[in-house]
């Protein structure tokens, strides 16, 4: 079973904290002694603000700090005998988001103004008794609050670090595989292949010298081992091209859409959306499946034109290309070498690949890749 499929949102996990807050100052405020009249308005709203003001911890932690630290003092002052429990939590989400130094230096000043404050608003002879003992408590909760933030904070900061750890290794292990294939390919096949080119065309060119027929399979092995040669040769380029040259990405798509320009393809470039950046991974697989359709359509296709589209969403980066060639050129979307290593690649990213003829004519490639860190 998906666990993922049933997990709460963060932002309503932040509003249940922040109502339920808010409905525990209020019943703990309204069960004691309070005022009456306006300050006893003045204060319900006072704590109730400071309450739901954690809905937004995450997203503005500092703000949410000042807010519930005011609506501390503000509760105290209309003559609430409230623990601060909303300004504690603020205090965790300042201290989990990184604000160590301001969450310490505000806590500092609150404490000295909420013990302030209940000098002032307490009647008798027994309120500097009370003032220490409010100061003790608010001293003792906001220590733990910040333990608290701070054990979170370095919990998930490991976590990061262990998962780039993670990946890298596995980029790593990636980088040596591919070399080491490399390395067989160019001992074994290119070595075999080799042979093959050089007997076959020796045997072409001894029968042309005694005025003999070629044979059309002779002829055909001459070919196969022509292209095999190239095309061994390119496999190899590009298992060894990320290691001897820097990767290429989205921003090299330009100059790549002007190449094909000018080896005479009428390539269009369209850009969707507000450019950001994305990971690596993702930039470069971007770059390999522009790269790819456009070799194919200008190889095999008999195009005339072709769009590349790169759209950037939230979390999404796609791309698509289109062209007006011949869609039959590849009888099922995985049909060659090149097709297969593009979906390969996406899917390594968790991504999505479709490639079909349009009903309009021609071909297309859509693919969609993942941004939200996906490297």
Not at 71 to 86: D, I, K
Request: glycine share 10%; charged share 20%; net charge neutral.
């Amino acid at each position: 079973m998906d666990k993922g499929r049933f997990a709460v949102p963060a932002a309503v996990t932040d509003w249940v904290i922040a109502v339920g807050v808010a409905v525990l100052l209020l019943g703990t405020g309204l069960s004691g002694p309070h005022p009456v009249g306006g300050r006893e308005l003045l204060g319900c709203v006072l704590l109730a603000v400071g309450g739901l003001a954690l809905a937004a911890r995450r997203r503005a932690p500092l703000v949410v700090l000042a807010v519930t630290g005011l609506g501390a003092v503000g509760s105290l002052a209309a003559g609430f005998e409230v623990l601060a429990v909303s300004y504690l939590v603020a205090v965790y989400g300042a201290v989990r988001a990184g604000h160590r130094v301001v969450a310490l230096a505000a806590s500092g000043g609150l404490v000295a103004v909420l013990h302030l404050t209940a000098l002032v608003f307490h009647d008798g002879s027994t309120r500097e008794v009370a003032a220490q003992a409010r100061n003790t408590l608010e001293i003792a909760w906001l220590i733990a609050a910040f333990a608290a933030g701070e054990a979170v904070r370095q919990a998930e900061r490991r976590a990061d670090e262990a998962e780039r750890t993670r990946e890298e290794t596995a980029r790593r292990r990636a980088d040596e595989e591919r070399l080491r294939i490399a390395r067989e390919l160019h001992d074994s096949l290119t070595h075999q292949i080799s042979v093959i080119t050089v007997q076959s065309e020796v045997a072409v060119h001894v029968a042309r010298r005694r005025g003999e027929q070629v044979p059309e399979a002779l002829l055909a092995i001459q070919e196969a081992g022509r292209e095999a040669s190239r095309e061994l040769r390119a496999t190899l380029e590009a298992l060894r091209e990320e290691d001897t040259v820097p990767p290429h990405g989205l921003d090299h798509i330009s100059n790549l859409v002007k190449g094909f320009q000018a080896a005479g393809l009428e390539t269009t470039l369209t850009i969707e959306g507000h450019p950001h950046d994305v990971p690596t991974a993702v930039g470069r697989t971007a770059y390999r499946i522009v790269q790819e359709s456009l070799t194919n359509v200008a190889r095999h296709a008999a195009a005339t034109t072709a769009s590349v589209h790169i759209g950037y969403r939230p979390d999404i980066l796609a791309i698509r290309v289109d062209d007006d060639g011949k869609a039959t050129r590849h009888p099922a979307p995985t049909a060659g070498l090149g097709l297969l290593g593009m979906r390969e690649r996406v899917t390594a990213l968790g991504g999505r690949l479709r490639t079909e003829p349009r009903s309009s004519g021609g071909f297309t490639v859509r693919a969609e890749l993942p941004t939200n860190e996906a490297s």
